[in-house]
DNA sequence: TAGGTACTGGACCTGCGGTATAGTAAAGCC
DNA sequence: GGCTTTACTATACCGCAGGTCCAGTACCTA
């Protein structure tokens, strides 16, 4: 009964397993119960996924893609905001913060890339690699922004722009380990500004 | 045949399945293969935890706990070794980065807490609650480290101290995350150095 | 009306978590 | 030397989940 379109299905199906794979790990998560939440049979499932390992595949993909958009398209929001590299960046990063703080109950539901690198030796090569492109590829945004500060005014102090970059994921992804362990929204977001403070006192001239 | 001591088996176990829940994740961690490699029969298992949820307790206690002791023994380390606090911090961060520079092939195995509080929904209160006391602990440990160095020199900017002693275990989070992706322990050692150098234009008055 | 799409239902196999029962080799004790 | 405890093994079993196969079927499009 196709009144319902592949897509539409499939896009649930993923949300319902992000879900799941977020609060109970990759290798807990039933397919049965997966294609019951999705109100199909297990057949059902099978139809759009030929496995788990599949799944995954589709899982991080669209997890990076949208993660991906989201983040250009603030980026762009910001750059249209105001002129200065320092001040685009830091307007960037309270943004992301306050977007953190909204998230109700239960805090963020989790990064799938840093869930999935737990799990790692479930995937096969090509799942892995994917994994390692989206988080270069989302440095390499993240750096093009400090290299564009770095270009007006040199940092307070000699640092490597990859680690730099770096740190803000790391301050998300461990953010998000606080807030669900602490059941609450607020360190993923203070850690975001933490690390906005950090690139304050490393750039800020007037600081110094 | 109780040549062996109890204690060895388990830890015996708990070594495996600590490398396993880090490959795999703790819904993928099988007790019949876990038993097969510690060279027991799947009773001779079942003999030393009643349950996987027993074993996960099990695991995550001694992780915490020989961390812990890790960290408070490189901490008298670095306080037998200089005065000031805040040397002693930098110290201790630049051991902390070395340590974790020496990890040869796959970088470091993984933090314990983050696989698992990403299989949270798995564990019973119990266990999530231990590990929520064992996030706090570490905080408090290295919020201690920081209040010595503000009792003799005031930050730079003014920042929230708790936010700051959990920035480290979330660059390591983070660093674990880059180093299991990309495959070196380089990105792992590297946050920690970004760290270290936050806290030093924070805290150096030489930098102003 | 033919063929594709998006499924359902049911049978089946394998393997795992977990339980139960019976047995056993070694060590410690009295 | 016998008794108990410790640390297991072996066998059998249950229920459920992942996954495969096959036969059908309601709807849509050409």
């Known amino acids: 009964m196709p009144q319902q379109v592949s897509e539409e299905t499939r896009d649930r199906i993923l949300d319902l397993a992000e879900e799941s794979v977020l609060a109970r790990g990759f290798g807990s998560l039933s397919i049965s119960e997966l294609a019951q939440a999705a109100a199909l049979s297990k057949n059902g499932f099978f139809y759009h996924f030929s496995d788990k390992t599949e799944l995954a595949?589709?899982?991080?993909?669209?997890?990076?893609?949208?993660?991906?958009?989201?983040?250009?398209d603030t980026v762009s929001r910001t750059s249209a905001m105001c002129d200065d590299p320092l001040d685009q960046l830091l307007l960037l990063l309270r943004l992301i913060a306050e977007h953190f703080e909204t998230l109700q109950d239960g805090g963020h539901p989790g990064c799938l890339v840093a869930a999935s690198c737990y799990h790692d030796r479930l995937f096969d090569a090509k799942v892995r690699a994917a994994n390692r492109d989206a988080i270069l590829l989302r440095r390499a945004r993240i750096k093009d922004l400090?290299?564009?500060?770095?270009?007006?005014?040199?940092?307070?102090?000699?640092?490597?722009?990859?680690?730099?970059?770096?740190?803000?994921?790391?301050h998300i992804d461990g953010g998000i380990v606080f807030s669900r362990v602490l059941n609450s929204s607020k360190p993923l977001s203070d850690q975001v500004l933490v690390y906005r403070s950090h690139l304050k006192l490393l750039f800020d001239p007037a600081l110094r």
């Open 57 to 72: 595949r589709a899982m991080l993909q669209r997890y990076v893609q949208e993660g991906h958009a989201i983040f250009m």
């Open 146 to 170: 400090i290299d564009k500060v770095v270009a007006m005014r040199p940092p307070a102090v000699e640092v490597d722009l990859d680690d730099l970059a770096d740190a803000l994921c790391a």
